[in-house]
């Protein structure tokens, strides 16, 4: 399998993501891995690391794209940017799959402009995996689109229940949908006609109804789902929330012990490791036809190894495949 690592992504880029890919690389041997930016600036730190394996390649890029520019304004002005790179790569089939710490919006831009899509989706969408009390949670879309039609939520739902089999090894997914109140009249048009193709379509058995924000993490449903907009600030508020929980709890209780402080420590770090996003590399940009993963802007070479590692797992499941045949055999209008 060939990945394309945007090696500029990121905000410590390019030392993470270059650590990462040898380590993912030495783990994985039929995995092969090109660095994507400046050649000479890749060349150096590549020399730098002692490795010298030849599973990992490099393709020069001139432009990055910084983590706060506009993404329309960004793709127009940087043509020959690291991410647009890497996109043109898998839409020439010459990688399998794109990985990225960069800037989401610039990712998610360059690979609507690809048109890359699998047969009969719609619209792209970003999934992403939230610890809940009953294990693990998809929610989709956190961004990628914030003007959801609701045959594209639909499709988000087959997606996300696909993923969640597949990759959370779910046998049986719960439907959710991100909603202001339980009953089947809550929410805008969005949201009400998104419930009927729901609930009367071919997803029916596997619909819960609607899930509150208080829901999200009680595991009331495996995959849920809601539009680009409510789904990126549901999970900034989720990161920030957890941040500050995390911190506070152990300021609290370490601060107030007297023995067996470094075991309550060890025991908050293991807690932690479950609202980490470096634990599961990134959220993949479902419906794309190839792979791409997205990851935190703040990845370290953990991450990006996971994420690589995720990459290979996605495609040796099969998941693009499912999508496109339940779409195909069961379309929604």
């Known amino acids: 399998m060939r990945i394309a690592l945007d090696a500029m992504g990121g905000d410590y880029a390019p030392e993470p993501n270059i650590t990462g890919a040898i380590v993912a690389l030495q783990a994985d041997p039929v995995l092969n891995v090109v660095l994507v930016g400046p050649q000479d600036l890749l060349e ?15 393709i020069h890029a001139s432009q990055v794209v910084g983590m706060e520019e506009k993404p329309t304004d960004a793709m127009r002005q940087k043509p020959d940017s690291s991410i647009s790179v890497c996109w043109k790569l898998m839409a020439a089939r ?39 009390s009953a294990g693990h949670a998809v929610l989709m879309d956190v961004g990628a689109n914030p003007s959801a039609r609701p045959s594209h939520l639909y499709q988000y739902a087959v997606m996300g229940e696909i993923y969640a089999r597949e990759v ?15 009953e089947d009249v809550k929410g805008n048009d969005l ?17 819960v109804g609607n899930v509150e924000g208080r829901g999200l993490y009680q595991g009331e449903a495996d995959v849920l789902i809601c539009e680009g907009f409510v789904g990126n600030v549901v999970l900034k508020v989720s990161e920030g929330m957890a941040d500050f929980l995390m911190k506070e709890a152990s300021r609290q209780i370490i601060g107030s012990l007297d023995v067996e402080r470094d075991k309550a420590k060890l025991a908050f770090q293991e807690m932690g490791k479950r609202f ?30 996971n994420a690589l590692r995720g ?5 040796d499941r099969g998941i693009n495949s499912q999508i496109a045949d339940h779409l195909v055999q069961k379309p929604v209008a």
């Open 44 to 58: 150096a730190q590549v020399a730098a690391s002692g490795y010298n394996g030849d599973r990992l390649s490099i």
């Open 94 to 132: 010459e990688v399998d799959a794109v990985v990225s710490a960069g800037n989401t919006g610039a990712v998610v831009a360059s690979g609507l402009k690809t048109r890359l899509f699998l047969k009969s989706v719609k619209r792209p969408g970003i999934a992403v995996t939230l610890p809940t």
């Open 168 to 182: 959370l090894r779910i046998e049986s997914p719960k439907i959710g949908l991100i909603n202001i109140g339980s």
């Open 191 to 207: 949201y009400r006609d998104t419930y009927r193709l729901l609930n009367e379509g071919p997803l029916k058995d596997s619909f």
């Open 276 to 305: 980490r996003y470096h634990e599961t590399g990134g959220a993949p940009l479902l419906g794309i036809d190839g792979i791409c993963i997205i990851c935190h802007g703040s990845s370290d070479a953990h991450s990006i190894t």
């Open 311 to 315: 990459s290979a797992m996605f495609k």
